[in-house]
């Protein structure tokens, strides 16, 4: 198993920023992909972006223009920068993981919880 530890959620105004991280217990390269999930009150959890190991990203057209994910391969962390911020961003926001590329996830984490007022 894949211990993963989210923080840098928190409050901000429409049209702010914040990063978001994800610590991994095991060496992030060994991870075939690592995903931004985010679940809003109501809503089914989506996939926000994600990033292999071989650096293909994606994202959901929702943020595309305004997210960034990226990693830290010295820290086994996951990055998830978030630009202009809006209220619909709102959500609490999870790290997993599909260790072998299968689009099995299979690891995640706790959650952190973004806010955005308008």
């Known amino acids: 198993q894949v211990h993963l530890v989210e923080s840098g959620g928190g409050l901000v105004q429409t049209g702010g920023s914040l990063r978001l991280s994800c610590t991994t217990s095991?060496?992030?390269?060994?991870?075939?992909?690592m995903a931004w999930y985010r679940q809003a009150p109501g809503k089914q959890r989506e996939m926000v972006a994600r990033?292999?190991?071989?650096?293909?990203?994606m994202y959901a057209d929702s943020v595309k223009g305004r997210f960034t994910i990226s990693r830290d391969n010295q820290k086994n962390t996951l990055y998830l920068q978030m630009n202009t911020l809006k209220p619909e961003d709102t959500a609490v926001y999870y790290c997993?993981?599909?260790?072998?590329?299968?689009?099995?996830?299979?690891?995640w984490g706790q959650g952190t919880q973004v806010t955005v007022s308008s």
């Open positions: 095991r060496y992030i390269l060994d991870l075939s992909v």
């Open positions: 997993a993981t599909d260790r072998y590329g299968l689009n099995r996830w299979e690891d």
């Open positions: 990033l292999t190991v071989g650096e293909t990203t």
